[in-house]
């Protein structure tokens, strides 16, 4: 089956105190969209696009060497609709499309594919990488369906009861979807939270209310799914992988 990627890479990153977009800071002396791009070129995507926004141009020249498309998301209102930029290129897309975070630069080609595997083998519309941690504090919890590896719904941290903090899973935001159902979805998606964005995450809700599953993957290592959103938070990565660069 086909399969394409759509990378989110418009952010600033204020917390990386530093006015280039946040997927440009290096590791080992390469942006570390790079390694994004690259850990999906070994899965041989049919298509990748980029989703760029705050000084998109430097993330363009930064790519230039890559087979890899870009949409512009000129405002930042929220992962949903930074995957609605891309509705254009993957208009009529036969297959099942990745969504994948340009500031989560350690995810490995093996979970990856553990992703795509369980959306192509079962009767899943979409699945989600979760992680557990010991401290699930700021991140979105996973709402499973009681008794079964589907997912109900995804509450982000700022929304959530306070049974639901509780919760130990978490959303990596890292997703695969059907195509044919993804932009479907997102049109159903409303902006009503304490962020007044339009989530990614609330689409899994829109499918499961029309009765097409969504399984959950749980990562092996969760650090490999953590996003960087601090120098500090990525020197403690790089120093964990270290052996991997």
Request: aromatic share 6%.
């Amino acid at each position: 089956m086909k399969k394409a990627a759509v990378i989110l890479a418009a952010g600033k990153g204020t917390r990386m105190k530093s006015e280039l977009p946040k997927v440009l800071h290096e590791i080992k002396g390469k942006p570390m969209i790079h390694m994004v791009v690259e850990t999906l070129q070994k899965l041989n995507f049919d298509k990748i696009i980029v989703v760029i926004g705050f000084k998109g141009e430097l993330v363009e020249k930064a790519l230039e060497a890559f087979p890899v498309e870009f949409v512009w998301q000129h405002e930042q209102n929220g992962t949903g609709h930074a995957v609605m930029m891309a509705n254009d290129a993957l208009a009529g897309f036969d297959g099942n499309t990745l969504i994948a975070l340009g500031d989560v630069p350690f995810l490995s080609a093996g979970t990856i594919q553990r992703l795509v595997d369980v959306l192509e083998q079962t009767d899943a519309k979409a699945s989600c990488l979760s992680a557990i941690v010991a401290e699930p504090k700021g991140y979105g919890r996973i709402v499973r369906e009681e008794g079964t590896e589907n997912l109900r719904e995804i509450v982000e941290a700022k929304d959530s009861t306070e049974e639901q903090l509780l919760i130990n899973e978490i959303n990596t935001g890292t997703f695969c979807f059907d195509n044919s159902v993804l932009f479907d979805s997102l049109k159903e998606i409303g902006n009503n939270n304490s962020q007044s964005e339009y989530y990614l995450t609330d689409c899994v809700k829109v499918l499961y209310d029309k009765g097409m599953p969504v399984s959950v993957v749980v990562a092996e290592d969760p650090d490999e799914g953590e996003g960087i959103n601090s120098v500090e938070q990525l020197a403690d990565l790089v120093k964990k992988f270290e052996d991997n660069l």
